[in-house]
């Protein structure tokens, strides 16, 4: 068995899974699979991933970055999803600053989004 071949799922815990339902199916255009057994809301990801959430009343935000998705074009991206509503971070920090909501790490440029729980949420593009 190797763990490289197995399909994988992100699992985010929100505090209001109809709230964030709405947010990751509207707001980010992830297409909804189903309501698992478990009644965690899982969405279909390119290839075999899955990202689910799952309800926690006492769910905290993580401190870094809980999922990052992987495009080809961040400003277009960027800009399609502020038209849903997404709001991006900026950052001006020594290690890390972004313009237009973009920051350039070299091999790839990121930018930073929350969920409505506050999750820390990523869309990366690799330049390499």
Same mark, same amino acid.
């Given at each position: 068995?190797? @763990?490289?071949?197995?399909?994988?799922?992100?699992?985010?815990p929100?505090?209001? /899974?109809? &709230?964030?339902?709405?947010?990751?199916?509207?707001?980010l255009?992830?297409?909804? &699979? *189903?309501?698992g057994?478990?009644?965690n809301? #899982?969405?279909?990801l390119?290839?075999?991933?899955? %990202?689910a959430?799952?309800? =926690?009343?006492?769910?905290?935000?993580?401190?870094?970055? /809980?999922a990052?998705?992987?495009?080809?074009?961040?400003?277009? #991206?960027? =800009?399609? %999803?502020?038209? &849903?509503? #997404? #709001?991006? *971070? =900026?950052?001006? %920090? $020594?290690?890390?600053?972004?313009?237009?909501?973009?920051c350039? @790490?070299?091999?790839?440029?990121? /930018?930073?989004?929350k969920? $409505?729980d506050?999750?820390?949420?990523?869309?990366?593009?690799?330049?390499?």
């Amino acid at each position: 068995m190797s @763990l490289s071949n197995s399909p994988l799922t992100t699992m985010i815990p929100v505090t209001d /899974a109809g &709230r964030a339902r709405k947010f990751y199916e509207d707001s980010l255009g992830l297409p909804f &699979r *189903e309501q698992g057994p478990d009644g965690n809301f #899982v969405f279909a990801l390119d290839g075999s991933g899955a %990202l689910a959430l799952f309800s =926690d009343p006492e769910a905290k935000p993580s401190p870094h970055t /809980a999922a990052s998705f992987e495009v080809k074009d961040i400003p277009k #991206v960027i =800009d399609e %999803l502020e038209g &849903r509503g #997404v #709001v991006f *971070e =900026d950052y001006d %920090l $020594p290690d890390l600053k972004t313009t237009g909501h973009i920051c350039d @790490l070299g091999s790839e440029k990121a /930018a930073w989004f929350k969920d $409505p729980d506050g999750n820390i949420l990523c869309l990366h593009e690799n330049t390499a």
